[in-house]
């Protein structure tokens, strides 16, 4: 087990920066997953920690020794590719069993090494088994015995689960969580998809654009986000945003939403006359018998969750540079959605009042797209 340290670690194919001022730092045995749209560099950041990707510029230590110029084989780490990479031709036993053989290990070191991982991963009975004899799952699984079997300081994972149905991927995520903990090794796993991050993660790195816009933990990112990218990035559906100016009501800060006045948390006291951004989540928002009233555009029913849409009214319509949020593309920009828990009947076309509940109110600056206040 290591701590694990970027310090300014830089990254450039000729005259494109891919990764620009990466600093963090992994405590020893802690689950560090990287998250964020196709081509933020989060990959890269995985290939330069593991020795596949030279730096252009910083320092990566593993276990508090300077490991950037070293190659991979010298760093002391183990790697589970989206690929499996098993070869087809050897059993689940040999698969497993082949780096410590490669090391020049023992036969009966190595068979008692594999012996305790399968039983670790329940892969005991198919010790005997070619890879094409497995599932999805059982092959994901033999891909991670062939790292725990090396007793590593450090597991860097590169989207493991992406080639797995969504049932097995639920399933898979809860497995490798478990065996982390059992571990206890420090572990650096890289997604797209933010409900891995969030339901894996003991701290999330959530970048753009080659730089981290967030670290923290999954409660950090979606109750307190740094940014409108984070804020629309982490949550499923992610956040609502629309625009308004702050006002001074008789019971503090208040802004338009369609022909209705909503109140704003007590900060927005010091930006009255302001444009703003705000947020809310759409399990935050609230069916209620009186406040905005919007007309629903679709009603997306998931048993007894739905997602209700509508479209934000006409002055609340947000100007906002599309690159300043995640890559939702599937979504309107001036689409709001309502994530509701309950047996009522919804359909398109129906009104419906709304409440914003104050304290779940975001405010962003529209000039930064940072956090206001």
């Not at 490798?176 to 991050?197: M, S």
């Not at 999330?204 to 990218?229: C, R, W, Y």
């Not at 444009?275 to 029913?301: K, W």
């Amino acid at each position: 087990m290591a701590t694990v340290q970027f310090d300014q670690i830089k990254k450039s194919y000729g005259a494109v920066e891919a990764i620009r001022d990466f600093n963090l730092d992994i405590a020893d045995g802690e689950f560090c997953v990287f998250v964020g749209p196709s081509g933020c560099g989060k990959s890269t950041a995985l290939k330069m920690l593991a020795g596949l990707e030279a730096t252009t510029g910083g320092t990566i230590s593993i276990g508090g020794r300077d490991v950037t110029e070293l190659g991979p084989g010298k760093r002391d780490i183990a790697m589970v590719f989206q690929n499996y990479a098993l070869y087809p031709h050897m059993s689940v036993r040999k698969n497993i069993g082949f780096g410590l053989k490669m090391q020049g290990m023992a036969a009966r070191d190595i068979n008692t090494r594999v012996e305790e991982a399968a039983r670790v991963l329940e892969l005991t009975p198919y010790l005997d088994r070619k890879p094409r004899a497995l599932s999805g799952g059982q092959r994901q699984r033999v891909a991670l015995g062939r790292a725990i079997v090396r007793e590593p300081k450090a597991f860097l994972m590169d989207e493991p689960l992406s080639n797995l149905d969504a049932k097995l991927r639920v399933q898979t995520r809860s497995e490798i969580v478990k065996l982390q903990k059992r571990l206890g090794v420090t572990t650096i796993y890289v997604t797209h998809d933010q409900t891995e991050a969030l339901t894996m993660a003991d701290k999330i790195v959530v970048m753009k654009g080659g730089e981290i816009q967030q670290v923290g933990s999954a409660e950090d990112l979606f109750h307190t986000p740094n940014n409108i990218f984070v804020a629309g990035f982490i949550g499923s559906p992610g956040m609502n945003f629309f625009h308004g100016t702050v006002a001074t009501g008789a019971d503090g800060p208040v802004t338009r939403f369609g022909e209705t006045k909503i109140a704003l948390p007590a900060k927005c006291a010091a930006m009255a006359g302001r444009d703003m951004i705000f947020g809310i989540r759409p399990e935050h928002l609230r069916v209620a018998e009186s406040g905005p009233s919007v007309g629903l555009t679709l009603v997306e029913n998931l048993g007894t969750e739905k997602i209700l849409h509508f479209h934000t009214p006409g002055q609340n319509m947000l100007e906002l540079d599309r690159t300043a949020l995640a890559n939702d593309e599937e979504r309107d920009a001036q689409s709001m959605l309502i994530r509701v828990i309950d047996d009522r009947r919804y359909r398109d076309g129906e009104t419906l009042n709304l409440s914003f509940p104050v304290d779940k109110i975001h405010v962003f600056d529209p000039d930064t797209n940072e956090v206001a206040g």
